[in-house]
């Protein structure tokens, strides 16, 4: 996973409100849909074309907790990790 690599930018739109508090930078969201339109923005003085997809669905996915795991190598040639 490359995380300066991106698949595109698009705007999502549903009625409502949306927290930011809640729905803050770095949090998993799926969106589901349709592209009902392009909405022209500026990136970097650039003017970029986004999709824009008029949402159906929203879901934010609850934040994963972290799990070590710690792994031993098998018992032998020695039994035991003492």
Excluded: M
Excluded at 15 to 30: I, K, L, Q, S
Excluded at 34 to 52: A, E
């Amino acid at each position: 996973w490359n995380s300066d690599q991106d698949d595109g930018r698009f705007i999502a739109c549903r009625t409502g409100f949306y927290d930011p508090a809640v729905f803050e930078p770095n949090r998993e969201v799926t969106f589901t849909g349709h592209i009902d339109g392009y909405d022209v923005r500026k990136i970097g003085g650039f003017d970029y074309r986004f999709p824009r997809l008029a949402a159906d669905v929203v879901y934010l996915w609850p934040i994963r907790e972290r799990v070590d795991v710690l792994t031993y190598p098998p018992p032998w040639p020695w039994w035991g990790y003492w």
